[in-house]
């Protein structure tokens, strides 16, 4: 069992969510629901809600979106788990107590966020809640998804920082659905593992050689589509990218020479800063030498897996009304590019 600093594996999502409302005063944990919230839910009436959230082991992801012009609020499940459907429905009736003119809930693509936020939807709808819900599935690692599609992950940052601006600007919720889903479509993401991450309580998630690399695997430590023996960081980015561009594959980002395009490089957790800002160097300047404008790049630990040692790439697709949107929360992003 891996050595970390908790009081008890069982209380450590509530001591997570206690710490962060206790050290920002603009948030606020709902009682007796793993959820935090804005403090200022006032400030929301007539405006759209967004709610997000999963499991733990993320962070920041999500609950340090939460805030003006980004999330309203979200709900945590335990780590690697799926939040309950009880607590999602109790955020979503405290915010639409609040006045909002409908609510979002922004969702990574994992069958048991899926089926919890959507049965917490259906629950909201029969109480006259007017709710949608938009699944993110960014996951360029498979060929050829499965039935569930491409997994959720990084991307779902860009899509809290565009759905934040459109709902602060007083968008109605269909219209910032819609505009999501689009822009959902343009994002891409790819991690690489050097090591695997353990559960509290648990051992290591996977096994991994000293000299090896995994290519493509998830947030909570799923199997990747391949493993490389260690090689330098260019050589890995281009991996990476290639994989990412594949014009064979059915999750790739498709992109052209001239496409401008917003980069997240995303510490996985474990990785030191020296190593994270040198692979940043190499994805600017791979990119930049095939074509792409590059508007903005975001480096640090924005969706982690607890302690794995590895970074994750997300690539989207941009217009001159995205990068407008996504500047509009320049001083909410937890990076110091935006």
Known sequence: V??????SVSGCVDDVLLGLASCNPDLKVLEGHRVILRADLSNIKGRVALLSGGGSGHEPAHAGYVGQGMLTGVVAGPVFTSPPVG?????????AHAGAAGVLLL???YTGDRLNFGLALERAHR???EVEMVVIADDC???SPSKAGRRGLCGIVLIHKIAGALAEEGKSLQEIASFVRQAATGIGTLGVSLSPCSVPGSGPTFQLAADEFELGLGIHGEAGVQ???MKSCDEIVRIMIDHMTNEVSKSRVVLQPGDSIIIIVNNLGGLSCLELQIVASTVVHLLESRGLR???????S???ALEMSGVSLTLMKTTAELVRLFGNNKNLCVCDYC
């Open 2 to 7: 891996s050595k970390k600093l908790l009081n």
């Open 87 to 95: 607590s999602i429905v109790a955020a979503v009736r405290t915010v």
């Open 107 to 109: 969702v990574k693509n």
């Open 127 to 129: 109480e006259g809640i």
């Open 141 to 143: 690692a498979f060929i």
């Open 227 to 229: 493993r490389y023996k």
């Open 294 to 300: 590059i508007e903005r790049t975001m480096t640090g």
């Open 302 to 304: 924005f969706m982690t």
